[in-house]
Every structure is written in C-alpha cells, then in structure tokens.
T-cell receptor, first 117, second 113 residues
Framework: AQKVTQAQTEISVVEKEDVTLDCVYE???????LFWYKQPPSGELVFLIR??????QNEISGRYSWNFQKSTSSFNFTITASQVVDSAVYFC??????????????FGKGTHLIIQP | DGGITQSPKYLFRKEGQNVTLSCEQN?????MYWYRQDPGQGLRLIYY???????QKGDIAEGYSVSREKKESFPLTVTSAQKNPTAFYLC????????????FGPGTRLLVL
C-alpha cells in the first residue's frame, strides 16, 4: 500500500528564517512521481514541483529547493529566507500505481507553515 | 484564460437530499479527478476519469456518483447515502502528456443543514 507521511503538522518561524518541510513516502512501484502543492487560505491547491523516481537531482527555483533521496524515501522541501506570503498548508503527494498519477495521487496530511513578521 | 472552474463555492445540503457539484475545465485535459478534504487532513480520491464515458472509483467512492459525458465536464453527485458529506471538495485535471501533473480548481465547500 502507498503512504505519504508529513510528520510536521505545524511549523512556525519568523520571517527570513529558512525552513524545511519533510516528506517520507512508501511505494512498491519502481517508477513513480512525487509532487509538492501549496494550499493558501483560499483553498485552491497550487502546483509547485513534480519529480520522477529516476531523477534524484536536487532542484532550486528561486527561494524554493527540493531534496529527493531515494535511499531514504524522502522528498524534502526547503524555503530560504521565508516570507509572510509563504504561509500556507503544503502537501506532498505520490502517484498511485504505475500510472504516473493518471489514476490519482496519494497525499500526505499536510504541514501548516506559519511565517511570523 | 485556461483553467478549472468549480461551482458553487458553497453548497448546503438537507438531510436525504442529493446535490451535484460542478467541475469544468478548458485545458483540453483528458483526465479529471475528484478529491475530498476534511479539516486537518490530506486529500482523498473519490473518483477519477481518464477518458470520456469512463470513470473509476477511488478510495472513498461510497455515497458518491459521477458522469463524464463531455471532455470538459466531470460533475460529482453527493447522494443521500453519504452520511458525512461535510467537507471541502476539489476537482483536478491532467493531460495525458506532460507527466500527468494535476491542476486543481478553487473547490466547493459542502455543508449539511
């Protein structure tokens, strides 16, 4: 069975601090995709990144970076120099079966990130 | 603008009533999905459809029904058999190309009177 664990229910930091959101996954598939989504208070999920299981390169996009480690089944997300606008709930997700996500995603329970001014 | 629309934003259901949530996309995506989100929880898959006139049950399909008569539309009906329907419902779509990243609509919040 697939599972995504986001052990941090809530994180609160002061603006400009760096923060890392953890994601650990379980799957028996050899090919799979991992995702991060942001859910601001409005409720809509905003896509941040997609990574396939063959690509373990870390990725950086502005203040955001992602560390994918297959050996520990982790796909962690770091925000550098956090800003108040980063406050949201962040979800990690895993593609179901070998469909690459075409048959839905398995989500973690999310991490509520609070950036205090 | 291309995107996914869901209506209504808020929906109230009386006991024993069926209600239908609308989801429309103009992204020309083949696949569409319905998820349910409860407070403090992640999203759980209700139904998905990879092609017109075909759909599959997700993890929590009981008490729900869907149809996919058009590529652009994937309405979700919450039936009276769903005993705990109060939740936030999110619709998503993805292309068969582009690695199947799912893009989400703004959601519908369903409340029981």
């Amino acid at each position: 069975a697939q599972k995504v664990t986001q052990a941090q229910t809530e994180i609160s930091v002061v603006e400009k601090e760096d923060v890392t959101l953890d994601c650990v996954y379980e799957t028996r598939d050899t090919t799979y995709y991992l995702f991060w989504y942001k859910q601001p208070p409005s409720g809509e999920l905003v896509f941040l990144i997609r990574r396939n299981s063959f690509d373990e390169q870390n990725e950086i996009s502005g203040r955001y970076s992602w560390n994918f480690q297959k050996s520990t089944s982790s796909f962690n997300f770091t925000i550098t120099a956090s800003q108040v606008v980063d406050s949201a709930v962040y979800f990690c997700a895993l593609s179901r079966n070998s469909g690459g996500g075409a048959d839905g995603l398995t989500f973690g329970k999310g991490t509520h990130l609070i950036i205090q001014p | 603008d291309g995107g996914i629309t869901q209506s209504p934003k808020y929906l109230f259901r009386k006991e024993g009533q069926n209600v239908t949530l609308s989801c429309e996309q103009n992204l020309n995506h083949d696949a569409m999905y319905w998820y349910r989100q409860d407070p403090g929880q992640g999203l759980r898959l209700i139904y998905y459809s990879q092609i017109v006139n075909d759909f599959q049950k997700g993890d929590i399909a009981e008490g729900y029904s869907v149809s996919r008569e058009k590529k652009e539309s994937f309405p979700l009906t919450v039936t009276s058999a769903q005993k705990n329907p109060t939740a936030f419902y999110l619709c998503a779509s993805s292309s068969a190309l582009g690695g199947k990243t799912q893009y989400f609509g703004p959601g519908t919040r369903l409340l029981v009177l």
